[in-house]
């Protein structure tokens, strides 16, 4: 089993950055790549960042320029960094670990984008 406990989310203005963590615990030995989603309301789940464990890196368009994944293996922890934030990005922001057998979810950190 692997645990995901997000953070980092909040309230900010349009053209701000926040930057999100998402800590891993358990069995991270079988984690094989690691990912950020986000649902806004109404809206189906959608990949935001991704980074495999060689650290190759994977973004939408939507977020590319503007988002940064990176992980800090020592602290077995994942971060988003967001910057030039559009209220387009309002969202529930939810950490990924891809395991050897299945998924693994955190339980989400809101991120509000508005003046």
């Known amino acids: 089993q692997v645990q995901l406990v997000e953070s980092g989310g909040g309230l900010v203005q349009p053209g701000g950055s926040l930057r999100l963590s998402c800590a891993a615990s358990g069995s991270i030995f079988s984690i094989n790549a690691m990912g950020w989603y986000r649902q806004a309301p109404g809206k189906q789940r959608e990949l935001v960042a991704a980074?495999?464990?060689?650290?190759?890196?994977n973004y939408p368009d939507s977020v590319k320029g503007r988002f940064t994944i990176s992980r800090d293996n020592a602290k077995n922890t994942v971060y988003l960094q967001m910057n030039s934030l559009k209220p387009e990005d309002t969202a529930v922001y939810y950490c990924?670990?891809?395991?050897?057998?299945?998924?693994?979810w955190g339980k989400g950190t809101l991120v509000t984008v508005s003046s």
């Open positions: 990924n670990a891809e395991g050897v057998m299945r998924d693994y």
């Open positions: 980074i495999t464990s060689g650290g190759s890196t």
